[in-house]
């Protein structure tokens, strides 16, 4: 059973692109979850969607952030004009149910913002 | 409102020495406390979670935590040091009922002297 699978694993953007964020969560997981680190800091979370639907999205940025769970496809955190501040590492975890359910996490992409 | 404090960004143990890691959390409803371990470059990994039944946890690699409620502690330990063990941990907070938002802590970077 493969784990949650992230890509690309890293991504280098300059100023004032677009980055887009791919997650596939666990075979049979329908519940996906963003968090962000900083450097030298611990995870914070973005966002949380199930399949077609955000649930929880009080962690994003107000502007330049979005995520979607289509029915079909992985998770998409994108940002657009990113700036250095962006610069980080981006985890998607998922999993089966929501709340005491474990979150499995994927081994992250890493965003440097040139 | 949840936290988590971990006492000590760096702490260094020899090779076969016990490994004691501190989490302080707060929180106003029965929570659930997890402990993650990060490899270099790599996602998180789940070593142990509390969810209100034992509250001495058993987890992977031989960790173990001590939930006590009196001290709002939850720290990670585990009798002898291995050269693999060399990683950041990070603990994590989420409320008793269906909340799903994972709070970490800053981490703790663990270093292994042969």
């Known amino acids: 059973n493969a784990g949650v699978m992230q890509n690309p694993r890293h991504l280098v953007r300059r100023r004032g692109q677009e980055a887009r964020l791919r997650c596939s969560p666990m075979k049979g997981h329908s519940h996906v979850y963003w968090y962000r680190q900083l450097p030298e800091e611990g995870l914070k979370f973005m966002v949380y969607?199930?399949?077609?639907?955000?649930?929880?999205e009080s962690g994003m940025p107000k502007e330049r952030f979005s995520a979607e769970f289509p029915k079909e496809g992985p998770s998409i955190l994108r940002i657009q004009q990113v700036v250095r501040g962006d610069s980080a590492a981006y985890f998607c975890a998922s999993s089966f149910e929501q709340g005491r359910e474990t979150q499995y996490f994927g081994p992250g992409t890493r965003l440097l913002v040139l | 409102a949840q936290s988590v404090t971990q006492l000590g960004s760096h702490v260094s143990v020899s090779e076969g020495a016990l490994v004691l890691l501190r989490c302080n959390y707060s929180?106003?409803?029965?929570?659930?406390l997890f402990w993650y371990v990060q490899y270099p470059n790599q996602g998180l990994q789940l070593l142990l979670k509390y969810t209100s039944a034992a509250t001495l946890v058993k987890g992977i690699n031989g960790f173990e935590a001590e939930f006590k409620k009196s001290e709002t502690s939850f720290h990670l330990t585990k009798p002898s040091a291995h050269m693999s063990d060399a990683a950041e941990y990070f603990c994590a907070v989420t409320r008793g009922d269906s909340s799903y938002k994972l709070i970490f802590g800053s981490g703790t970077r663990l270093l292994v002297r042969p």
């Open positions: 969607l199930q399949k077609e639907n955000i649930i929880d």
């Open positions: 929180s106003s409803v029965p929570p659930y």
